[in-house]
């Protein structure tokens, strides 16, 4: 019977499923009929997936969610379900990094910094969409183990004068600034609203930054200089020293940025772990349908398994 993996976001589902073979198996990069749905075109999440079910005439047996939602599993009437943070599934798709004799479709990855990979230590990935999400992958002989964390709630810290006045902006609003307080698509928008008192949505901020307008430029700036100090204090955390992926829905679309923006230097600048972080391997995922294949694989990962929930 099918299995249904699906990932919720802030502002998109996206689904998928799968058809399991006579030994109960299946590829977890098979997906069937992926569809991206507006979360803005139905009342909840169970109605999208109500939705596909029906349009694809799907009875489902195991149900795989990269969001908190067990009331989903009742929606679309599965008889089991796997419940993961959405970035555990992010950083599952990324497991044949440390899986030398498995590869999975690269054409949606591609290599920012080559460096020199122990394979040996965690992989990190990190990545901000409508927030800042933040696991690992260990590496377990043949298998994986996924660190879940919420690193997008770690304190900010701020590197310069420009990034302490956006600071104290936010620390007037909120009091506890949050990393994802800057480095999200909302934070996107608060880092421009700080600097030049004017609202924009992120995609319209982007959009200018791409486009060379100086202001932008800087709010973009400033939010991937940010986003790589939360990620290089990361790789010192964990020993994440197998590489860094960056995923989420917003730095693939400004890629062509990242060599100019400061990114690299401020990753790097760590004062006496230079060395140590300047031979990270630093990636960018912009698969579309990366959640998705994270939580296929989730089904058949051995620690995660554990989890699946009858009902």
């Known amino acids: 019977m099918p299995r249904l ?9 996206r689904i998928a499923h799968q058809r399991v073979d006579a030994a109960q198996t299946c590829d977890p990069a098979a997906l069937q009929d992926p569809e991206v749905l507006a979360c803005a075109d139905f009342a909840t999440a169970g109605d999208a997936l109500l939705h596909y079910c029906n349009q694809y005439r799907l009875d489902i047996e195991l149900l795989g969610l990269a969001v908190a939602a067990a009331a989903l599993t009742a929606a679309i009437g599965a008889r089991r379900y796997l419940l ?175 060599g100019d923006s400061g990114f690299f230097d401020r990753f790097d600048d760590h004062g006496r772990r230079r060395s140590y972080l300047e031979t990270v391997p630093i990636y960018l995922s912009s698969d579309p349908l990366g959640g998705l294949r994270g939580m296929a694989a989730g089904f058949d990962n051995p620690y995660l398994s554990q989890r699946i929930i009858h009902v």
């Open 84 to 258: 993961v943070n959405d970035f555990t599934a992010q950083a599952l798709a990324q497991r044949d990094l440390l899986q030398g004799g498995v590869k999975l479709s690269q054409k949606h990855r591609q290599i920012l910094r080559r460096g020199k990979g122990d394979l040996s230590t965690p992989l990190l990935v990190i990545g901000p969409g409508t927030g800042l999400g933040v696991a690992a992958l260990v590496p377990d002989g043949e298998e994986v183990q996924i660190i879940e964390g919420e690193g997008g709630h770690v304190s900010y810290a701020p590197r310069n004068a420009a990034e302490q006045a956006v600071l104290a902006d936010l620390a007037a609003e909120f009091g506890h600034v949050s990393a994802e307080r800057i480095i999200s698509g909302p934070g996107l928008e608060a880092v421009y609203y700080s600097q030049t008192g004017e609202k924009r949505p992120a995609p319209d901020i982007g959009g200018l930054a791409l486009v060379g307008d100086a202001a932008a430029l800087a709010a973009v700036s400033l939010m991937l200089q940010s986003l790589a100090t939360v990620a290089a204090n990361a790789v010192l955390s964990l020993g994440a020293r197998a590489g860094v992926v960056i995923a989420g829905g917003i730095v693939p679309k400004l890629a062509d940025l990242l």
């Open 5 to 13: 993996v699906v990932d919720i976001g802030g502002t998109s589902v």
